[in-house]
Every structure is written in structure tokens, then in C-alpha cells.
């Protein structure tokens, strides 16, 4: 448990930087196309950056397009949200969701976060810190992005999933908030999720997560309230989703090996279940991801893939 917001602070800001991925953006804009689906259009398989201008300002993201893509078919999209002074590079490298979009045919795009260090307003902030970090609203950002995604590549709207690790999966939250007409189902891996101010989506969301027991960023038990940060405990999150969206308010609970357990609160409107994967020993890590750092962040669990699991979610909750 951490006795000050400043120290979680601290932690995230440290975790995030001390990743060593280097990363760096074209500087290259992606030429608009008319909106819509078109055989003819213009798109570049693979890797590309881009920049959509938000607010004044140049803001980032790194999109990967499958080799199956087909500019006249209406094809999935995911979001994947870096954490806290991370960036767009190093979120790619931790969730490897390239390679599940090879194998299912679907869009994946990583928005780099604003600020130095890099991050999302995801939730509220207090004391000292709130004249440290400047909000922007990133709510806006992630709408913008959307519309201009929908004019460079070919959308399905009813498949538009978000998802993130740490501070971003807080944003993804934040998203599903605030953004339910856009975003069909969300993700999260070790969130650090703040207690938001109001939570009202216009409908309810489906939300899958995973958080290690031996987190030492995002504490699975959470963060004491009445600080700069107070982080919600893990299991209330979920359980709070489950409220939001009608569930049952008991979850199944399952052994799906000796140290993950799954809860699975289901019985909600629209068929918006919420499942949380809880990893015993399991740390601010990316289950099945990319490597990193174990004295930072602590132990990767392989027994599980977080991106191949939460692609399966996503399929089956298209927006309704």
C-alpha cells in the first residue's frame, strides 16, 4: 500500500521511463481520404505513424494495418493506451497486439498521450499534483482521432474497442464513461484506476481486465484514499462496472490455472458482462506481452495472453 499520491506518482513516472524502448514518431502526416470504405483507397500495410492536429496542437499515434486489410470492408479497430510517461511505442511492444491482428484481420492504433512525461487525464487528481500535471481533455482527443481515423481507413463503427495498461487502461475507463456511443467494449491491464467524478455511459459497456496480486505500481488493493492519487482496489472496480451495467452482483469465480482466477459477472443489460483475471504473482505487466524490466515492474505471468483473451471479448460485444 503507498502512503502518498506523490509516491505512486513517482512510481508510475519512473516505471514509464525506465522501459528503454526507444521510440520515435515520422513527423509524417497521413493523407486524408474520403470518408468511407473505397477499393481505391490509399492505406499502407504494416507499420505507419501519424499525426491528427487536436486543439491547436500535434498529437501522435502509431497505427498498424494487417496485410488482410481490404479498404472496402468495414474492419475492426483497437485503441491500445500507453501508461504513465510511457509512450505509443513501448505499449506496442508490451501488448504485442500486432500479432493477434494478423491472425483476426483487424486495425490496431497506439495515440501517444500529451504532456511531459507522456500521460492521459484518466480521472481526478488532487493536492500538489493537480498544479503539476495540466489537464487536457482527452476525451475529446480520443473522439477526434476516431473521426479522423474514419476518414483515412476503413472503420467498422460498430467495432471499435479500447484498451490500455496502467494509466490507460484508467483512460479506457474513462472512456467507457464518457464515450460509450463510440467505444463497444473496453480492456485493462494493471489499471490504475482513479475514482471518477461521474460515471454515467449511454449504455452499458462490456469490460475485461487483468491485475497481478503483486502489482507494486497500481496495488490490487489500491491506494489510500485522501491523497494526490487514490487508486480504486481492483476487485470494487470491477464490481462498480458490474453495477453500472445491471450484472448480477455475485460473480462466478474459476481456477483457470493455479494462480489466475477469473470472476465473470454476468446476467447484465445488453449482455455487457465484466471479467476480471486475477494473477498471483503477477506484476505491472502485460500477461503474455513484451518484456520488462522484473525489478521495476515485476514478474511477467506467460501462462495467458492478455491481448489474444481480450480480442475474443471484444468480438463478441460489437456496439449495441
Same mark, same amino acid.
Given at each position: 500500500?503507498?502512503?502518498?499520491?506523490?509516491?505512486?506518482?513517482?512510481?508510475?513516472?519512473?516505471?514509464?521511463?525506465?522501459? =528503454?524502448?526507444?521510440?520515435?514518431? *515520422? #513527423?509524417?502526416?497521413?493523407? /486524408?481520404?474520403?470518408?468511407?470504405?473505397?477499393?481505391?483507397?490509399?492505406?499502407?500495410?504494416?507499420?505507419?505513424?501519424?499525426?491528427?492536429?487536436?486543439?491547436?496542437?500535434?498529437?501522435?499515434?502509431?497505427?498498424?494495418?494487417?496485410?488482410?486489410?481490404?479498404?472496402?470492408?468495414?474492419?475492426?479497430? &483497437?485503441?491500445?493506451?500507453?501508461?504513465?510517461? *510511457?509512450?505509443?511505442?513501448?505499449? +506496442?511492444?508490451?501488448?504485442?497486439?500486432?500479432?493477434?491482428? %494478423?491472425?483476426?484481420?483487424?486495425?490496431?492504433?497506439?495515440?501517444?498521450?500529451?504532456?511531459?512525461?507522456?500521460?492521459?487525464?484518466?480521472?481526478?487528481?488532487?493536492?500538489?499534483?493537480?498544479?503539476?500535471?495540466?489537464?487536457?481533455? %482527452?476525451?475529446?482527443?480520443?473522439?477526434?482521432?476516431?473521426?479522423?481515423?474514419? $476518414?483515412?481507413?476503413?472503420?467498422?463503427?460498430?467495432? &471499435?474497442?479500447?484498451?490500455?495498461?496502467?494509466?490507460?487502461?484508467? +483512460?479506457?475507463?474513462?472512456?467507457?464513461?464518457?464515450?460509450?456511443?463510440?467505444?463497444?467494449?473496453?480492456?485493462?491491464? /494493471?489499471?490504475?484506476?482513479? !475514482?471518477?467524478?461521474?460515471?454515467?455511459?449511454?449504455?452499458?459497456?462490456?469490460?475485461? /481486465?487483468?491485475? #497481478?496480486?503483486?502489482?507494486?505500481? *497500481?496495488?490490487? %488493493? #489500491?491506494?489510500?484514499?485522501?491523497? %494526490?492519487?487514490?487508486?480504486?482496489?481492483?476487485?470494487?472496480?470491477?464490481?462498480?462496472?458490474?453495477?453500472?451495467?445491471?450484472?448480477?452482483? $455475485?460473480?462466478?469465480?474459476?481456477?483457470?490455472?493455479?494462480?489466475?482466477?477469473?470472476?465473470?459477472?454476468?446476467?447484465?443489460?445488453?449482455? /455487457?458482462?465484466?471479467?476480471?483475471? *486475477?494473477?498471483?504473482?503477477? =506484476?505491472?505487466?502485460? !500477461? =503474455?506481452?513484451? &518484456?520488462? !524490466?522484473?525489478?521495476?515492474? =515485476?514478474?511477467?505471468?506467460?501462462?495467458?495472453?492478455?491481448?489474444?483473451? +481480450?480480442?475474443?471479448?471484444?468480438?463478441?460485444?460489437?456496439?449495441?
Amino acid at each position: 500500500m503507498y502512503k502518498t499520491g506523490i509516491y505512486i506518482f513517482s512510481a508510475l513516472a519512473l516505471w514509464g521511463m525506465a522501459m =528503454g524502448f526507444a521510440f520515435g514518431f *515520422s #513527423g509524417q502526416e497521413v493523407s /486524408a481520404q474520403p470518408a468511407g470504405c473505397y477499393a481505391d483507397a490509399a492505406y499502407k500495410v504494416g507499420l505507419d505513424d501519424g499525426v491528427v492536429m487536436f486543439d491547436g496542437r500535434r498529437r501522435t499515434y502509431r497505427v498498424y494495418v494487417p496485410e488482410s486489410y481490404d479498404p472496402a470492408q468495414p474492419t475492426p479497430l &483497437v485503441l491500445s493506451l500507453h501508461g504513465f510517461a *510511457s509512450n505509443a511505442g513501448q505499449q +506496442m511492444e508490451f501488448s504485442q497486439w500486432n500479432r493477434v491482428a %494478423d491472425e483476426h484481420n483487424f486495425i490496431v492504433v497506439y495515440p501517444q498521450g500529451a504532456g511531459t512525461p507522456p500521460r492521459w487525464n484518466s480521472g481526478r487528481i488532487g493536492g500538489q499534483l493537480a498544479d503539476f500535471i495540466q489537464p487536457t481533455d %482527452d476525451v475529446a482527443f480520443i473522439r477526434a482521432l476516431l473521426n479522423h481515423l474514419n $476518414e483515412t481507413l476503413c472503420i467498422d463503427p460498430a467495432r &471499435v474497442y479500447a484498451n490500455g495498461l496502467s494509466n490507460g487502461a484508467g +483512460m479506457s475507463s474513462r472512456l467507457a464513461c464518457e464515450l460509450a456511443d463510440r467505444i463497444a467494449a473496453i480492456g485493462g491491464v /494493471a489499471g490504475a484506476y482513479t !475514482p471518477p467524478d461521474t460515471c454515467e455511459p449511454l449504455r452499458a459497456v462490456p469490460v475485461i /481486465a487483468f491485475h #497481478g496480486l503483486d502489482d507494486p505500481i *497500481s496495488p490490487y %488493493d #489500491g491506494s489510500e484514499a485522501g491523497r %494526490d492519487i487514490a487508486l480504486l482496489p481492483i476487485e470494487a472496480w470491477a464490481g462498480e462496472w458490474a453495477a453500472r451495467n445491471g450484472c448480477d452482483s $455475485e460473480p462466478l469465480i474459476e481456477a483457470v490455472t493455479e494462480t489466475i482466477t477469473r470472476r465473470t459477472f454476468s446476467g447484465c443489460d445488453s449482455g /455487457a458482462e465484466v471479467i476480471l483475471y *486475477s494473477i498471483a504473482g503477477g =506484476g505491472h505487466t502485460w !500477461p =503474455g506481452g513484451g &518484456v520488462q !524490466p522484473v525489478f521495476i515492474s =515485476g514478474v511477467v505471468n506467460r501462462e495467458i495472453n492478455a491481448s489474444a483473451i +481480450m480480442w475474443d471479448f471484444f468480438a463478441a460485444h460489437p456496439l449495441r
